[in-house]
């Protein structure tokens, strides 16, 4: 059975620092996602990743991932309040069913 | 990307009775997924979709308290059957549109 494991799950942190997000999964993929969830919202996609080695970045967030050590990080650079939210990784390993990590709740403080 | 339409967006059910939840996306797709939120916890798949043909449910999940219906491309719905205050959660379902999952608006269920 697949494992999908989110540290930390809750972060509060100040405005302009910096901080990383951990996904460790337990099975071969190399297809990872991460969500993002507004409190009462539905899941908005983030990035997709889909090989060994990906990087993407978007705005102060960049999302990394390494297959090899089946780990993704969702690196936050001088946050903002903005950026308050839950923060999902899912991994598809199994045709196009995701497992959800827990989820970080992330609190940004001015 | 995809537009997605869930409907209710909420209500508030009482127990033992039963909640019809209308899923519909805008291009016609093979597969249409069922997620359940509970409250402050992650999504946890409840079945696939799949036009024609059965669902296939998760371990832990059962058609005779989730039957799903897919009669065309582009709808699907849930039913939360016999429902006890358990069963309070967000419900989304969700397509995928190439490499990426997109999820409907949810539809936020509290049975009393």
């Known amino acids: 059975e697949l494992k999908v494991e989110q540290n930390p799950l809750f972060l509060s942190m100040q405005e302009g620092k910096n901080y990383t997000i951990y996904c460790n999964y337990s099975t071969t993929s190399d297809r990872l996602y991460w969500y993002r969830q507004d409190p009462g919202k539905s899941l908005e996609s983030l990035f997709v990743l889909l090989s060994n080695g990906a990087v993407k970045q978007e705005g102060r967030l960049m999302a990394s991932l390494d297959t090899k050590a089946r780990l993704s990080t969702l690196h936050i650079t001088a946050a903002v309040h903005d950026l308050s939210a839950t923060y999902f990784c899912a991994v598809d390993a199994s045709g196009s069913r995701l497992t959800f990590g827990e989820g970080t709740q992330l609190t940004v403080n001015p | 990307s995809a537009v997605i339409s869930q409907k209710p967006s909420r209500d508030i059910c009482q127990r033992g009775t039963s909640l019809t939840i209308q899923c519909q996306v805008d291009?016609?797709?093979?597969?249409m997924f069922w997620y359940r939120q509970q409250p402050g916890q992650s999504l946890t798949l409840i079945a696939t979709?799949?036009?024609?043909?059965?669902?296939?449910?998760e371990s832990g999940f059962v058609i005779d308290k989730f039957p799903i219906s897919r009669p065309n491309l582009t709808f699907s719905t849930l039913t939360v059957s016999n429902m006890s205050p358990e069963d309070s959660s967000i419900y989304l379902c969700?397509?995928?549109?190439?490499?990426?999952?997109?999820f409907g608006p949810g539809t936020r269920l509290t049975v009393l």
């Open positions: 979709a799949n036009q024609g043909s059965e669902a296939t449910y």
């Open positions: 291009s016609q797709v093979t597969m």
């Open positions: 969700s397509v995928w549109i190439g490499y990426e999952q997109f």
